[in-house]
């Protein structure tokens, strides 16, 4: 039975030993350019509110982080400059083949960077720990849904996304907002095709999927690498405006409380920190597990891990 | 009514959609970057057979189907209703022709089946991997042959039929296998 052999490790010693040096590399990269490795709280009092993202945790106790984010950026308030993080972060319910809930995140910001600057850098990174390929596609998401779902994100009407979506799952279809759609043509159609060879950085999401990004016009200045069809990281010009901020956190407070969600607390010294200046910067989250994965040609990122979230 | 919800969905798990028992043969977790996690199943109809994909934001829940699988004895057909016994309890339980007749054809009496109960109805039967049967009727086979290939149609008992090499007659005992429908030895008288 599968429990017999679940003390061993999910990935072989060879794989340990490819991510070490994989680590290592990444290290190597920004030690060379000068920015400094960090190293902020896992546990915080505040969490993210994004609405897709589920924080283990509880207002008593603390909440682990999904992503270094905010620790990171109250640095750079605070003058940090260049700063990079090779971190666990944790994301409930998150499980499959590209999914464990605690995973290894490489996180870092470039001051005085927009996101175009920053995939060039990506793009560096990924040559320098040995991902080969020169000059890596880039896509707008309008371009790529074009091309890959033959509809145009920002024009199409919510019938032409909702048939293009083949949802079948008819309860409560109806009352589904725009991005649900986009998300859904996105996760079966759009991104399998993306990177097939070499990866591609698909840029200029829809402002309403802005996350933490600016918004210029209809567009959230946001990036994510995509490889093998796989999503490896993802990026933004970072929003640095507090009151905008501040208002992006409470509409998806209030959107999770429509939807009876858990609601926590968003950063309020994050806030605080915007409030101070955050210097004109880009910054960027890359799945090192993802990463490995492909690297080395394995099934799953179970495969990567010293012990995956069935055996930890 | 119990609930299974997309991250408890496995493959065997059974799930009651418009009122019609699957099985879930795969689960797979889809999620863009930042957006809508959903999860595309791979279900099976328990009743026709067939194979299809849904797709169902995560978290979402379906109704468990009242599944049970039991081995029972064959005893019987009236020609309406396939009759079956739990060996253990000796209770009896019918099967309507459409929920039987794939085993039908391999089935004489006393074999040990799988019986599908849905809600306590039969909606399938599985007969065992392998049965050795009469065959009825056959061409007279040329007199040398050994290899097989090629071989001829044999209508066995219970009204299969299967390919069997040349050499084997009518009158004689053969073992096949219901999950290919192919002829696997001659069995002796």
Same mark, same amino acid.
């Given at each position: 039975?599968?429990?017999?052999?679940?003390?061993?490790? $999910?990935?072989?010693?060879?794989? %340990?030993?490819?991510?070490?040096?994989?680590? $290592?590399?990444?290290?190597?990269?920004?030690?060379?350019?000068?920015?400094?490795?960090?190293?902020?709280?896992?546990?915080?009092?505040?969490?993210?509110?994004?609405?897709?993202?589920?924080?283990?945790?509880?207002?008593?106790?603390?909440?682990?982080?999904?992503?270094?984010?905010?620790?990171?950026?109250?640095?750079?308030?605070?003058?940090?400059?260049?700063?990079?993080?090779?971190?666990?972060?944790?994301?409930?319910?998150?499980?499959?083949?590209?999914?464990?809930?605690?995973?290894?995140?490489?996180?870092?910001?470039?001051?005085?960077?927009?996101?175009?600057?920053?995939?060039?850098?990506?793009?560096? +990174?990924?040559?320098?720990?040995?991902?080969?390929?020169?000059?890596?596609?880039?896509? $707008?998401?309008?371009?790529?849904?074009?091309?890959?779902?033959?509809?145009?994100?920002?024009?199409?009407?919510?019938?032409?996304?909702? !048939?293009?979506?083949?949802?079948?799952?008819?309860?409560?279809?109806?009352?589904?907002?725009?991005?649900?759609?986009?998300?859904?043509?996105?996760?079966?159609?759009?991104?399998?095709?993306?990177?097939?060879?070499?990866?591609?950085? %698909?840029?200029?999401?829809?402002?309403?999927?802005?996350?933490?990004?600016?918004?210029?016009?209809?567009?959230?200045?946001?990036?994510?690498?995509?490889?093998?069809?796989?999503?490896?990281?993802?990026?933004?010009?970072?929003?640095?405006?507090?009151?905008?901020?501040?208002?992006?956190?409470?509409?998806?407070?209030?959107?999770?409380?429509?939807?009876?969600?858990?609601?926590?607390?968003?950063?309020?010294? %994050?806030?605080?920190?915007?409030? !101070?200046?955050?210097?004109?910067?880009?910054?960027?989250?890359?799945?090192?597990?993802?990463?490995?994965?492909?690297?080395?040609?394995?099934?799953?990122?179970?495969?990567?891990?010293?012990?995956?979230?069935?055996?930890? | 009514?119990?609930?299974?919800?997309?991250?408890?969905?496995?493959?065997?798990?059974?799930? +009651?959609?418009?009122?019609?028992?699957?099985?879930?043969?795969?689960?797979?977790?889809?999620?863009?970057?930042?957006?809508?996690?959903?999860?595309?199943?791979?279900?099976?109809?328990?009743?026709?057979?067939?194979?299809?994909?849904?797709?169902?934001?995560?978290?979402?829940?379906?109704?468990?189907?009242?599944?049970?699988?039991?081995?029972?004895?064959?005893?019987?057909?009236?020609?309406?209703?396939?009759?079956?016994?739990?060996?253990? $309890?000796?209770?009896?339980?019918?099967?309507?022709?459409?929920?039987?007749?794939?085993?039908?054809?391999?089935?004489?009496?006393?074999?040990?089946?799988?019986?599908?109960?849905?809600?306590?109805?039969?909606?399938?039967?599985?007969?065992?991997?392998?049965?050795?049967?009469?065959?009825?009727?056959?061409?007279?086979?040329?007199?040398?042959?050994?290899?097989?290939?090629?071989?001829?149609?044999?209508?066995?008992?219970?009204?299969?039929?299967?390919?069997?090499?040349?050499?084997?007659?009518?009158?004689?005992?053969?073992?096949?296998?219901?999950?290919?429908?192919?002829?696997?030895?001659?069995?002796?008288?």
């Amino acid at each position: 039975m599968k429990g017999e052999q679940h003390w061993r490790p $999910s990935a072989t010693l060879e794989t %340990l030993k490819a991510r070490a040096e994989l680590f $290592s590399s990444v290290r190597a990269f920004f030690v060379a350019r000068k920015v400094l490795e960090v190293d902020t709280p896992i546990l915080s009092a505040h969490a993210t509110v994004d609405r897709h993202i589920e924080s283990y945790g509880n207002a008593s106790d603390g909440w682990l982080q999904t992503s270094p984010e905010f620790a990171m950026k109250r640095l750079l308030c605070a003058g940090s400059g260049p700063i990079y993080q090779i971190c666990h972060v944790f994301r409930r319910e998150e499980s499959g083949r590209h999914h464990n809930a605690e995973f290894t995140m490489l996180e870092w910001y470039q001051p005085g960077y927009d996101h175009h600057r920053l995939m060039s850098e990506v793009e560096e +990174l990924l040559h320098a720990v040995g991902v080969s390929g020169a000059g890596f596609e880039r896509l $707008s998401y309008r371009d790529a849904f074009l091309r890959y779902a033959g509809l145009d994100p920002f024009a199409a009407s919510l019938e032409q996304l909702r !048939n293009a979506a083949s949802f079948d799952s008819d309860a409560g279809a109806q009352a589904l907002e725009r991005d649900f759609w986009l998300d859904l043509i996105m996760s079966y159609k759009v991104g399998p095709q993306l990177g097939r060879d070499s990866p591609v950085f %698909l840029y200029d999401f829809p402002a309403s999927q802005a996350a933490l990004s600016r918004i210029n016009g209809n567009i959230a200045e946001r990036f994510e690498l995509f490889w093998q069809g796989i999503e490896l990281a993802n990026g933004f010009h970072e929003l640095a405006d507090a009151a905008e901020q501040r208002r992006r956190f409470e509409s998806d407070q209030s959107w999770r409380k429509a939807q009876s969600h858990i609601v926590p607390p968003y950063d309020q010294n %994050l806030i605080a920190a915007l409030e !101070n200046g955050l210097p004109n910067c880009a910054g960027v989250a890359l799945g090192l597990d993802r990463l490995l994965m492909l690297m080395q040609g394995l099934p799953n990122v179970a495969a990567t891990m010293s012990f995956s979230g069935d055996r930890a | 009514m119990a609930t299974v919800s997309t991250n408890e969905m496995k493959s065997g798990t059974k799930v +009651l959609i418009d009122g019609i028992p699957f099985s879930v043969i795969d689960n797979e977790y889809h999620k863009p970057g930042k957006g809508q996690a959903t999860n595309s199943i791979k279900i099976r109809n328990l009743k026709t057979g067939r194979v299809l994909e849904r797709t169902l934001k995560s978290g979402d829940t379906l109704e468990v189907a009242d599944i049970e699988e039991i081995e029972m004895q064959y005893l019987y057909n009236d020609g309406e209703f396939w009759h079956f016994m739990n060996p253990a $309890s000796f209770e009896q339980i019918q099967a309507v022709k459409a929920a039987a007749e794939e085993a039908s054809k391999w089935i004489k009496g006393e074999e040990t089946c799988r019986v599908l109960l849905f809600n306590g109805v039969a909606i399938g039967v599985t007969p065992p991997n392998t049965v050795t049967l009469l065959i009825t009727e056959t061409d007279p086979g040329l007199r040398g042959d050994t290899s097989g290939g090629g071989g001829k149609p044999a209508t066995l008992e219970t009204g299969a039929i299967v390919r069997v090499p040349l050499f084997v007659q009518q009158g004689e005992m053969v073992k096949c296998d219901t999950r290919t429908g192919e002829y696997m030895s001659r069995a002796g008288k």
